[in-house]
């Protein structure tokens, strides 16, 4: 500082700040950064010219003025100014205003980070004695600028003197500390609002998981589901769940062995194999938080997060979640609670997709075992109702039902001749016309069915087509006469396959239909028997699994009956 500079400083020296201004308080750098950012905006706004510093003097940022100002204040006579004074604030323990120049003052605020000084942020004020002063006009000439345009733009902020510059030192280290306490409240509001945001996207993901958990015919669409949410919640690059081999066949209903959500960067079958073996590790089922996988460094954020799922000791499934974005990509404790709350749904819906799945298998068991017996009944008839319920089922499909209401009218298929239970072999077994009494027997079995089948638990969609598969298009069909769409979808649907198989099969009056002939009659009985629009769509199914089945039941039969046929 030359000796007239530190006289003036002398002379005009600002009187002290009159109170004590408590330092900001202490917030994330994030948010400390955000505050100085505010400050020197504010300042700028005051017509103040801002420069960002370290405790050397080292400048980290300049002003940000337009124009010719924007110049001046960048030329290196400003920029030594300002680094000088910021070497000599960086030896005092109290930094306060300094006469800088003729008509120039700095004003430091010091940063900080943890208590500890960082930094300054340089404000410099003008009084009308820097104008026309020394400093202005070696500027001007450093930065090639027009000295009287210069002076008259810096004239309109020259309106500060010692004393007002004390004021106003004080005036923004008290802006600074309201702008910290702010910043704590946003920093106490954001870390409530994540809170909230964090139970409120827990409770969402819980709920609609629990909600999921009703269906358990489809244990892919859940695990996909869940995937997609955690990915989504925790903001992981991608979510997986791995369910083990079992040795009992439809113990795990879970027909992929590893379902993945996103893009991982690691190939599908290393990242089943790595599972295999860090979980052959795992003491006691407890999380594994790796930085290797599979013999190499874990890709991406460098962490894979795996909550095992156990049985018995072993290991049952495991979700495994990596790639983590964010602000944080570090996996937290947050992280931890809710993969380990997924996966409890996914070990408790995998148990009861299971419990499901076998009791299912028994159910069907049972229909497909009194199916068996009734067929049994007439020794032409071998196979009769699983090959009515597959036709059935896929005309179903062919026109338009879904897959699950597909796989019902297959069960209706499948019980569809229950009731022949109640009409004597003798009658059934035939050779000859049978007489009316006869005729009418056999007339009953669709109600006998019917009565059969009322009670038992979720078989009520399903009795139409028991009831209602001998009606005729034309309303001269049994047990009810009705005709047209009136007939339950159900019952058209086993009307056409029953009778496809029947004219396709040896019975006991007379020999199995050639293909083309099968065909032909059943165009021919559309609008009459059968539903002509659902017949149009059967002539055109593949019957090459039907063949298939054919030659399975044949080659069941006793060598007479295949001799027979």
């Not at 002290?16 to 300042?43: L, Y």
């Not at 799922?309 to 947050?334: E, F, H, N």
């Amino acid at each position: 500082m030359s000796p007239d500079v530190r006289n003036e400083h002398q002379a005009g020296e600002p009187p002290a700040a009159s109170g004590v201004i408590p330092a900001p308080p202490p917030v994330s750098p994030r948010f400390a950064q955000a505050v100085m950012e505010r400050m020197r905006d504010r300042c700028r706004r005051m017509g103040l010219a801002v420069w960002k510093c370290d405790n050397t003097g080292l400048l980290l940022s300049e002003p940000e003025e337009p124009g010719p100002l924007g110049l001046l204040f960048r030329s290196p006579s400003f920029m030594s100014l300002v680094g000088g004074a910021v070497r000599g604030w960086a030896d005092e323990k109290a930094p306060d205003v300094r006469g800088l120049s003729d008509g120039c003052w700095g004003l430091p605020i010091e940063e900080s980070h943890r208590r500890r000084r960082v930094g300054f942020t340089v404000a410099l004020a003008f009084g009308p004695g820097a104008v026309e002063g020394e400093l202005v006009s070696r500027a001007c000439e450093e930065a090639k600028l027009d000295l009287t345009a210069t002076r008259a733009a810096l004239r309109a902020r020259a309106r500060f003197d010692g004393e007002s510059c004390a004021a106003l030192r004080e005036s923004l280290l008290w802006m600074l500390h309201d702008l910290g306490a702010l910043a704590e409240h946003e920093q106490t509001t954001a870390g409530f609002t994540k809170q909230l945001t964090d139970s409120y996207e827990t409770i969402d993901l819980l709920y609609t998981l629990g909600r999921s958990m009703n269906d358990l015919t489809q244990p892919d669409a859940f695990v996909g589901r869940l995937c997609e949410r955690v990915r989504f919640t925790l903001g992981f690059g991608w979510v997986g769940v791995w369910a083990a081999a079992e040795e009992r066949p439809g113990r795990l209903a879970m027909p992929s062995r590893l379902f993945i959500d996103g893009n991982p960067p690691i190939e599908k079958d290393k990242v089943e194999a790595g599972l295999i073996d860090a979980l052959a590790n795992a003491s006691g089922g407890r999380r594994l938080i790796l930085s290797t996988f599979a013999g190499q460094p874990v890709p991406g954020t460098g962490q894979l997060l795996i909550q095992p799922i156990m049985r018995d000791g072993a290991p049952l499934a495991a979700v495994i979640a990596g790639d983590k974005t964010g602000d944080d990509p570090q996996v937290s404790s947050y992280d931890i609670q809710l993969l380990e709350a997924a996966a409890g749904f996914i070990g408790a819906f995998l148990d009861n997709s299971a419990l499901y799945a076998e009791q299912r298998a028994m159910f069907m068991g049972t229909l497909e075992a009194l199916t068996a017996a009734i067929d049994a009944k007439d020794r032409y008839t071998c196979g009769h109702s699983q090959r009515v319920a597959h036709l059935a089922q896929n005309l179903a499909l062919a026109a338009g039902l879904s897959s699950e209401q597909a796989e019902r009218v297959r069960i209706a298929g499948l019980v569809h001749d229950v009731g022949k239970i109640g009409v004597p072999e003798a009658v059934l077994c035939k050779t000859g016309r049978l007489s009316e009494e006869e005729f009418a027997a056999i007339k009953l079995h669709p109600e006998i069915g019917h009565k059969i089948l009322r009670d038992i638990p979720r078989l009520e969609d399903i009795l139409p087509g028991v009831l209602h598969h001998h009606e005729r298009f034309d309303g001269r069909g049994y047990p009810h006469g009705i005709s047209g769409e009136d007939i339950p979808i159900f019952g058209r649907l086993i009307a056409i396959a029953d009778t496809f198989d029947a004219m396709s099969s040896t019975r006991s009056y007379r020999s199995a239909m050639p293909r083309p002939a099968v065909l032909a009659e059943l165009q021919k009985s559309a609008g009459t028997q059968l539903d002509p629009r659902l017949v149009a769509l059967f002539v055109k199914l593949d019957l090459g699994t039907y063949d298939r089945m054919v030659a399975q039941h044949a080659a069941a039969q006793p060598p007479a009956m295949r001799n027979a046929a």
